[in-house]
């Protein structure tokens, strides 16, 4: 079965840091590039971090230095640090894979953060 899921996310106040773990099945993981997006309430999705297959990562000028985006080819897994958190980045945040060359996507259920005092 083709699937991303997500964990990790949860409750923190402002200014506290989440880890997220994305974990792959049911294709060839490596093959990927991956993302992380998130969704605020009344918002659109919007990308936070990629990776690409070769381990080359891009952020959202919002997140840089703050967050980082890393992949384990051999777990099948991508991470997301993020540090420094704001109220404003609670959302929904979602894991995606890509393999542009033959049009597939795949979207993980989402996990939910929330940054609050």
């Known amino acids: 079965q083709v699937q991303l899921v997500e964990s990790g996310g949860g409750l923190v106040q402002p200014g506290g840091s989440l880890r997220l773990l994305c974990a792959a099945s049911?294709?060839?993981?490596?093959?990927?590039?991956l993302s992380w997006f998130r969704q605020a309430p009344g918002k659109e999705r919007e990308l936070v971090a990629g990776?690409?297959?070769?381990?080359?990562?891009n952020y959202a000028d919002t997140v840089k230095g703050r967050f980082t985006i890393s992949r384990d080819n051999a777990k099948n897994t991508v991470d997301l640090q993020m540090n420094n958190l704001k109220p404003e980045e609670a959302a929904m945040y979602y894991c995606y894979a890509r393999r542009r060359a033959i049009n597939r996507e795949v979207w993980g259920q989402g996990t939910l953060v929330t940054v609050s005092a």
């Open positions: 990776i690409t297959t070769g381990g080359v990562s």
């Open positions: 049911g294709f060839p993981f490596s093959n990927y590039a």
